[in-house]
């Protein structure tokens, strides 16, 4: 068995104090430690690992946190025999583990190890297993409405991505066949745009960017949820009994002007064809590493209501903009262009043309694209 990444690899961990604050679930009678193995390669799962090492599941729950990578395919109930809970945390919110093999080996290994660790939890006894994705899996939409919990996932040809978010449908398939049994009860926490340290995505990507891309005739809004109040809804979950789909996301969404204006960044607005088709054609030559659907994440609204966690009275400890100061401060000295990581000369030079899609669309960009090609 692979343990761990990270401090966490591999380790045992006691919770030493109770919660405090907003970010913890309500107070509860006190009871026996509950056994909690968090599984998950990235700085995510690492982060719900500490957190819940520190705080356990609220004031007179302490936790004892297993951080494993993975289950292993060789006896995997061995792995999770004696936990009480198990959060599997199938968005790894880093980008290399996250864009690394093929997309059919990546989402092979997703299904087989959501399956391998759903079935070891059965076997093992296990009481409760929260899956950890990301509401991306319901698309991003112009000018659409808050995302509600039990709201429909991505529709037709945007859930046929070779990207991250077909890995995470694929993952939520898995899960849906589980849907009715009766043990373990099953929880799919479905987070807005992480942010926390070491966290790197498709969002904080389109941050490393000179300008920020907005296009036409869409008012994106931005939302997001620090790794931490990721962890403390995990936590609101288990305690008040949460079983299918929960969504968790800082309230008040920001507009595209407040995050310019706080983030110190000029926009650049063009027309949806002009961005997505030269995605498209970009992604095609290897350019781009995402698949031209998810630009719709950078330039669309998914924001979510949180409504059944927030009826339970868990609330978020960062607000949006306290969130995003922490990602502005993550991806500081950091350059990339639509989510390709480049030298901060090549950032200066391509940055005139615009952010993200627009700096790649320039000419010059282009010849080079074709030029690898044709090597």
């Known amino acids: 068995m ?47 690992a500490t957190w819940l090492s520190r705080h356990g599941l609220g004031p007179g729950t302490p936790a004892e946190v297993r951080a494993l990578e993975q289950v292993p395919a060789d006896d995997p109930q061995e792995a999770l025999t004696g936990a009480d809970v198990v959060v599997l945390v199938a968005d790894a919110g880093d980008l290399t583990i996250s864009w690394s093999g093929t997309a059919e080996h990546r989402r092979a290994e997703a299904v087989a190890h959501t399956q391998r660790c759903l079935a070891a939890s059965a076997a ?89 891309l907005t296009v036409r005739g869409s008012a994106r809004e931005w939302q997001f949820v620090h790794v931490d109040d990721v962890a403390s809804a995990v936590a609101s979950c288990v305690v008040h009994g949460l079983a299918g789909a929960v969504t968790v996301g800082a309230p008040a969404a920001l507009t595209s002007a407040q995050v310019a204006l706080a983030a110190g960044m000029e926009r650049i607005d063009l027309p949806p064809v002009t961005a997505f088709g030269t995605a498209e054609r970009l992604h095609r030559v290897g350019v781009l590493p995402a698949p031209a659907s998810e630009l719709a994440y950078a330039v669309y609204s998914w924001t979510v209501a949180s409504t059944r966690l927030s009826e339970v009275g868990w609330q978020p400890e960062r607000s949006n903009e306290e969130c995003l100061q922490v990602l502005l401060e993550t991806v500081r000295g950091r350059h990339a262009l639509a989510g390709r990581r480049v030298g901060a000369r090549d950032a200066t030079a391509l940055g005139a043309a615009g952010a993200a899609v627009a700096l790649i669309g320039t000419a010059a960009v282009w010849r080079q694209a074709r030029s690898r090609r044709h090597r």
Request: charged share 20%; proline share 7%; hydrophobic share 40%.
């Open 124 to 212: 093992a006894g296990v009481r409760h297993v929260v899956v950890v994705t990301s509401a991306m899996v319901h698309g991003a939409g112009q000018d659409r409405a808050p995302i509600a919990d039990d709201d429909d996932l991505a529709p037709g040809g945007q859930a046929e991505t070779d990207g991250i978010v077909g890995d995470l449908l694929a993952v939520e398939s898995v899960v849906a066949r589980t849907a009715g049994r009766r043990r373990p009860m099953v929880t799919v926490l479905r987070p807005a745009a992480v942010v926390g340290p070491r966290i790197d995505t498709l969002i904080t990507r389109h941050f490393e960017a000179p300008r920020l």
């Open 2 to 48: 692979r343990e761990g990444t990270g401090r966490l690899a591999g380790g045992v961990f006691r919770s030493g104090r109770s919660a405090s604050g907003r970010g913890g679930p309500p107070r509860r009678g006190a009871g026996r430690t509950t056994t909690v193995a968090v599984v998950g390669a990235g700085p995510l799962a690492a982060g719900i």
